[in-house]
């Protein structure tokens, strides 16, 4: 009778600490993973909703920058049981071995290597906080296990004109799991063995063997040239030891995924990125599909209503079109196309909302104009104000406009028209 091996204990630990800067004013009250996006989320629910879906249960954020929004978010909304011993417990930075703040993603883990100490797993998990795709981790570590690697990078298939954009993993053509060599935004890379306009990027998710994380933030810890940073640094420790694997997202097959939105994965660290992933989401079939029951994205967003479309104080009909409304938003006789509202989002009657993003308890009055544009929590825009269409009064009154976009920041004060 054959006997079953032991599972593998297994720790996910999410690196929470950006500050993204690429996505100011966004970010000025904020660290980067509590970002809202698509309405009702923030952004870490994304890498959170991965790892709970893949059936890791014990998770710890790593938080440091503007993290109280984070924090709270975490605190409130993501809540295991106890009687299961499972948790999603944010952990700040805590000044354990000096007095001196994390100095890069690897120096985060070695300031925290008590987590695995007192958890004592087989495998870790790093992900990142800040990406939006959905991937079941359990594949990963499958495959990490089956390897014998120490350490084990995901990575997404990319053109090869694209290579020098990205951190890309050059695999040995022998052996195309194995990396012979992980290079930074190179500029002469080599194509991939069975794709050669294609090159392999990292997705800034890592499966180690415990003890192998251990040693290998240990020892970098006493590079005094060291950056401290998982792509930059621990990996090609690996690397050069012949430990590392790499993970072809392509190979992971998340349930409930279609054709369209299979092996979908975008990065949001700039304006542009973070609006074009919203355009993903609002088009009658979605680049990324927030539908998928099978794989759900876990949130909280409060005690709001329904969603309410009605006609304005005039007698204005109500149009909308390839959108997202959240719960809470009210539309009283105002247009809006192309947008993504996010929960109490007010539009009164004869306003038109297009092509942007509108961020909680945002409040466009009556006659205003909103166009390609990104509006944080709580901005009220006066009757008759444009947002949007000139980009020289949009400057002039303070907003930030950055590659075609428009941008306010939370509770940013909107001159009377």
């Not at 100011?24 to 993973?33: F, S, V």
């Not at 809202?36 to 710890?60: C, E, H, T």
């Not at 990406?131 to 594949?139: E, G, I, K, N, T």
């Not at 927030?290 to 479309?309: Q, R």
């Amino acid at each position: 009778m054959a006997i079953t091996p032991p599972r593998k204990k297994v720790l996910a630990v999410v690196l929470a600490g950006g500050e993204g800067k690429r996505l100011m004013p966004l970010t000025a009250d904020r660290a980067k993973p509590a970002v809202p996006f698509g309405g009702i989320y923030r952004l870490i629910d994304f890498a959170l909703s991965n790892v709970v879906n893949s059936g890791y249960l014990k998770v710890v954020v790593l938080t440091q920058y503007k993290s109280h929004s984070l924090d709270r978010h975490v605190t409130t909304t993501w809540r295991m049981s106890n009687l299961l011993g499972n948790y999603v417990t944010p952990v700040p930075a805590q000044q354990r071995v000096g007095k001196r703040w994390y100095l890069g993603s690897a120096d985060a883990i070695f300031q925290s290597l008590n987590l695995l100490t007192d958890e004592q797993p087989d495998i870790v998990v790093v992900v990142g906080a800040d990406h939006v795709y959905r991937m079941d981790f359990s594949q990963m570590v499958a495959d990490h296990v089956e390897s014998g690697a120490g350490c084990t990078v995901a990575a997404i298939r990319q053109p090869i004109g694209l290579a020098d954009q990205f951190g890309v993993i050059d695999v040995d053509p022998a052996s195309p799991q194995r990396i012979r060599a992980f290079l930074e935004k190179p500029t002469d890379p080599v194509g991939l063995p069975d794709a050669p306009d294609e090159v392999l990027a990292s997705m800034g998710n890592y499966v180690f063997d415990a003890d192998a994380l251990r040693d290998a933030v240990t020892r970098d810890a006493d590079r005094e040239q060291s950056k401290h940073d998982m792509g930059g640094d621990i990996v090609p420790w690996f690397v050069d030891k012949s430990e590392s694997a790499v993970y072809d997202y392509k190979d992971n097959e998340v349930p409930g995924a279609t054709d369209r939105d299979r092996g979908y994965w975008r990065d949001v660290g700039t304006m542009r990125s973070y609006y074009d992933a919203h355009k993903d989401l609002v088009s009658p079939l979605p680049v990324f599909n927030l539908y998928n029951t099978a794989w759900p994205i876990y949130t909280s967003y409060g005690p709001h209503p329904p969603a309410k479309l009605v006609e304005g104080g005039t007698g204005a009909q109500v149009s909308t079109f390839n959108s997202i409304l959240s719960p809470g938003v009210v539309v009283t006789g105002g247009t809006v196309n192309q947008s993504v509202l996010s929960p109490a989002v007010w539009v009164k009657d004869g306003a038109e909302v297009s092509d942007s993003v509108l961020m909680d308890g945002v409040r466009v009055g009556e006659g205003a104009i909103v166009r390609n544009a990104i509006i944080d929590k709580g901005v009220v825009v006066p009757p008759g104000v444009q947002i949007g269409v000139d980009h020289d009064a949009d400057r002039a009154r303070g907003f930030v406009v950055e590659d075609g976009l428009t941008v306010l920041a939370k509770q940013q004060p909107v001159p009377e028209a």
